[in-house]
């Protein structure tokens, strides 16, 4: 199974990103997909989640400014950035709870991130 993520970049201070993560591989389900990120210099933090048929779950500091969702028929997560800030800055990194098909297992998958900056 492969994690592909697209969409960061560099965006001023109170601008927007969508980030997104797409699955491919020997899939049977997505239990669970979310985004980490690794801000300079810091641990990897976990940002949102949501796993299937369950409410997003969200990091205080993001709350009311960033939205998962998932689009179920093409394996795909994204994340939508608002009204970012400095320290949004980060290696942005997908993550995946994956029922493998063949043979059947559950893999736990990271993507190998995307840098989003935050500066004017």
């Known amino acids: 199974v492969q994690l592909v993520e697209s969409g960061g970049g560099l965006v001023q201070p109170g601008g927007s990103l969508r980030v997104s993560c797409a699955a491919s591989g020997s899939i049977f389900s997505i239990n669970a997909m979310g985004w980490y990120r690794q801000p300079p210099g810091k641990e990897r933090e976990l940002v949102a989640s949501?796993?299937?048929?369950?409410?997003?779950n969200y990091a205080d500091s993001v709350k009311g400014r960033f939205t998962i969702s998932r689009d179920n028929a093409k394996n795909t997560v994204y994340l939508q950035m608002n009204s970012l800030k400095p320290d949004d800055t980060a290696v942005y990194y997908c993550?995946?709870?994956?029922?493998?098909?063949?043979?059947?297992?559950?893999?736990?998958?990271w993507g190998k991130g995307t840098l989003v900056t935050v500066s004017s």
């Open positions: 993550n995946a709870l994956i029922t493998v098909a063949t043979p059947v297992r559950l893999e736990n998958d």
């Open positions: 949501i796993r299937s048929g369950g409410r997003p």
